[in-house]
DNA sequence: GCAAATAGGGATATCGTTTATCCGTAATAG
DNA sequence: CTATTACGGATAAACGATATCCCTATTTGC
């Protein structure tokens, strides 16, 4: 079980965007070149975002995506969320219903005892996204990426933004 | 991202396993058939729990499986992890090392702040698994399960232990 | 108005994992 | 000795993740 490898651009992707100055936007082209992966494949993940109303887009030359809130109201969550759905990643195939046992037409009231115990660890595993706001990312990088570095990827940023 | 249909097999054969009496075994084909599994499928995952060091096996007729510890000392993390394996949820291909900006021979000193992010979401999901005992499934089945039917599925697995 | 660039979405192909089955081997109870 | 079992390897089918291609509508800059 493992999440896809969009999770990680369009996390990447969502950091870089919070950098972009108010009303500029940066095409699917220059995201794709700076994290050297495929522009096709890419488009998809961006277009879960868009579609989740976590960025905005235009159209045209100059045109691409900007995130749709501040970085303090976009968490990890939203964004895992978004490329990876909201569905749980433990389902119940209720084979307790299969039990020769049972007498026949016997109905379960609720989810069982394994189910909810599987459901509550994912929802901490959501918890934990849901804590972390994409601002906390950037706080940590502009601390950790050496500040020559960081710069540079600005300015490479700033010169492809619509 | 989906766990395997295993993992739940191997929870319920497990709480199977610990209703069954001191010394006696029961058999991949009673446990395919008590949940309605198919039986070689079904093997594999049990082996999983064996290689673990889970459970205790014997061969021969009236042989099978048994519990390799007290209900209280297996936990939920202990059967998920050994039949989904101790990988991390979340895989690092970092891509930043293809920002066209990186000096040559730049080399990462630590994983990157939003692979911790991810690591410490998936470390929440274990701790959660990890905090629940075998033994407290039973408690909650026992009081959640018609006694009816409680009484004939253990009566319908020691028929069949060996 | 026109040409270039863009997001969006559908179709399709490739690859790896999960699911499932089959068979041969070694061990064991009766 | 026979029947039954766990175990492991080989293999196939089904499915989802990955990746590419192409067409459309829209917007920008000229
Ligand atoms: S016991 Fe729970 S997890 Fe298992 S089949 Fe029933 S509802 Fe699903
Ligand atoms: S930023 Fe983190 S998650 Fe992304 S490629 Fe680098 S190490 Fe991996």
Redesign the interface.
Known sequence: ?????Q???A??CC?ILAGLPKGRYLSTKALA?????PKEYLSKALQSLSQAGLVHTTLGPSGGYRLARTPDELT?LDIVEAV?GK?R?????N?????????QG?CESAP???AR??W???E??????RS?QLSD?ID??AK?VPA??WK??FE?VLERAG
Chains 1, 2 share one sequence.
């Open positions: 079980m493992i999440l896809k490898s999770v990680e651009w996390l990447h950091a070149e700076f994290h050297g992966v990890f990876e569905a990643t433990f389902v119940c195939n084979i307790r219903a299969n039990n020769p046992c049972r007498p016997y069982c005892a394994v115990v599987m509550e660890a994912d901490a595993w959501r918890e934990k996204l972390v990312l940590t990088l950790e020559e570095l540079k990827s490479w």
